[in-house]
């Protein structure tokens, strides 16, 4: 039942009424109203539209930790710069010195939302306050903050989430909420260094710094669309539960999975990778543009921007979103080779973004060629459903092969709506006969207008390599089970197998009748082996249990089995009994061929 809004509009009023009671409030969560979320997963939809049509937006990374820059007493610290006081072990008071230095006049939030608007981002997340405790806000909760420790006195957050409104810009906020090496009591991943002025009761923390800057952060400037929380170290529910609340401060706010005590928030947040799959629900992949994400004057290892327009369309292909990052300077600065990237993804952008707003994941599992994304149709409108293929390998034949049945309404280049291209079902898929040249170097796109659903073409069966094995990759099987998916990046393996109806299947042609022999690459944790699992090719059965590997991969020959038929089949990995968390991390299974005597 929907709440009526004159309701929720009181309970708004009466959460920011007693949130600006100060302590008492922050002291007893009990008078705050439980947050259970009555959401309807149409209400749910409508709170995520803007976000899932973006698919692209802009992470800044920019605190003190610029003032080091990945550098202290004159040697360089390894990892990633905002880090640098964790890494290099920083007294609190030492690190706290960098303030007296920051003064970073040359920043212009205006020209930076135009920045992230050139390249085509539709919303910004800022570290309010990252693990340094140090507040890019000014903040009434601790004197360590930006406006009040440094010469600039100015608000880089209020001039930002102005400049925002002014360009329609959505804004968020990130914030680490357990983890503060400044403040007394707050958690440090790794534990303490300067226990003299780090260690003290993390609830007190919680009461008097990290509740009040969420306040703060969700009150002062507006509308805010996102709060992007990171790290729950030492987070237990109860701590969580002081926190949680306040996210109904701003409506429509979107949160991720970093809150802790069980919150599992709106979305996943792979980071630094791309999931070999999607994920069942919202997701955003997080990446930096070089190695890190604060500023580190010497980190010049950046991404090409080819790089970056590919992996914003395998994202877009798996339907998350892509959080790309920059880390300004000291003086306020971004850095020359993260604008020149920006400004190449824009160009890209301005002629291909309709292949990647509020576009869905691609309807093939994989395409040799490039990537695919989709948007459905409306009859009613008149308005064709759309697959738009991104073309990385432009084909030197002028066919490009799709993998469906059936074929398409109409095809076209984006770059040329007017063109029509000739489309040939064939066994292998729909031929598009395009021009000889690519009309980008980096990705061009081909639309098919479609009258209804895609009906993809399975891959084809799995046959044996030169050397007479036959190899199945986890990414190659057809998976049955909510929660069993392919996670990795360049390493993948099955993972989420808790269910004894969850299993993998691969379509496979034997060509040789005989004796095979079984291996898989698995990992199962200590304490978590034993459990039964079959493996069937054909009508034929093998049965065997899992063996501990101390959760490395391990390649464990199960056994053996007689195939008397050949052509096509299917083989099965389907667990009987799971006696750990999930039956185990599987990367691949082999049938090898034994010489029989
Ligand atoms: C965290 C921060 O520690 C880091 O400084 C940066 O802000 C990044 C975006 O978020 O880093 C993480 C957080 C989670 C994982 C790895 C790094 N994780 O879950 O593997």
């Known amino acids: ?23 008492a409030l922050a002291a007893d969560t009990s008078a705050m109203p439980a947050i259970v979320s009555n959401e309807t997963s149409t209400q749910r939809d409508a709170r995520m539209k803007w976000w899932r049509e973006a698919r692209f937006g802009l992470f800044i990374h920019w605190g003190l930790y610029a003032i080091p820059a990945g550098t202290w007493q004159g040697k360089p610290v390894a990892g990633i710069g905002e880090w640098i006081m964790n890494r290099g072990k920083i007294p609190v008071a030492d690190y706290a010195k960098f303030a007296a230095e920051f003064n970073p006049v040359k920043f212009d939030a205006d020209a930076w939302v135009r920045l992230a608007q050139g390249a085509g981002m539709k919303y910004i997340i800022i570290t309010s306050k990252h693990h340094d ?9 601790s004197p360590f903050n930006i406006y009040d420790a440094t010469p600039f006195k100015r608000d880089p957050l209020q001039e930002l989430a102005d400049a925002c409104r002014k360009h329609g810009m959505k804004l968020g906020f990130y914030y680490s909420q357990a983890q503060d090496w400044h403040h007394r009591g707050g958690a440090a991943s790794g534990g303490h260094w300067d226990k003299a002025a780090q260690d003290g009761d993390m609830d007190a ?8 800057q969420v306040k703060e952060i969700l009150t002062k400037y507006g509308p ?15 701590r969580a539960d002081l926190l949680a609340p306040l996210i109904k401060l701003q409506p429509g706010l979107i949160t991720n999975n970093r809150l802790g005590g069980g919150y599992e928030g709106d979305t996943e947040t792979p980071e630094n990778k791309v999931p070999a799959t999607g994920y069942p629900r919202d997701w955003e992949a997080c990446m930096t543009m ?32 892509y959080l790309l990052n920059v880390g300004p300077t000291a003086a306020g600065e971004i850095p020359a080779p993260s604008v020149e990237r920006l400004q190449q993804v824009g160009v890209w952008m301005k002629r291909n973004s309709e292949s990647i707003y509020a576009t869905t994941a691609s309807p093939f599992r994989r395409l040799e060629w490039g990537r ?3 948007k459905s149709g409306d009859a009613a409108a008149g308005r064709p459903g759309k697959l738009y293929l991104n073309v990385f390998a432009w084909p030197k034949d002028g066919a490009l092969i799709v993998p469906m049945r059936g074929t398409a309404k109409k095809a076209y280049l984006l770059s040329a709506p007017s063109v029509a291209l000739a489309l040939t079902p064939s066994p292998a898929g729909l031929r598009v006969t395009v021009p000889a040249a690519a009309p980008d170097p980096i990705s061009s796109v081909v639309v098919l207008e479609v009258a209804g659903p895609i009906d993809p073409l399975p891959p084809p069966p799995i046959t044996a390599g030169g050397d007479g094995v036959i190899a199945l990759g986890c990414d190659d099987a057809d998976l049955s089970g909510k929660a069993l998916r392919v996670e990795g990046n360049t390493q993948l393996n099955l993972t989420g197998w808790n269910s004894v109806e969850s299993y993998a299947q691969w379509d496979v042609r034997i060509e040789r009748p005989g004796t095979y022999r079984i291996a898989a690459l698995y990992a199962v944790p200590s304490g978590q082996g034993g459990s039964d699992f079959n493996v069937t090719v054909g009508a034929v059965s ?9 959760g490395s991969f391990k390649s464990v020959v199960l056994g053996t089995v007689r195939v008397e038929e050949t052509g096509p089949t299917k083989v099965t990995l389907r667990p009987a009994k799971i006696s750990g968390a999930e039956l185990m991390r599987l990367r691949s299974l082999t049938l090898q061929p034994v010489a029989t005597p």
């Open 1 to 23: 039942m929907k709440t009526p809004s004159l309701f929720r509009l009181a309970v708004i009023l009466a959460i920011v009424v007693a949130l600006f009671a100060g302590r």
């Open 133 to 141: 405790g140090f507040a890019m806000f000014r903040s009434a909760a």
């Open 205 to 212: 923390y919680l009461h008097d710094i990290a509740v009040p």
């Open 224 to 238: 805010i669309a996102v709060l992007w929380w990171d790290t729950p170290t030492d987070m237990t529910r109860e």
């Open 290 to 321: 070089n190695d890190t994400w604060g500023f580190k004057s010497y980190d010049d290892n950046w991404k090409s921007g080819e790089k970056l327009i590919r992996t914003l369309i395998d994202i877009a292909s798996k339907g998350g979103n």
């Open 372 to 374: 695919a994304t989709r």
């Open 542 to 550: 093998l049965a065997t249990k899992t063996e501990v590997t101390g």
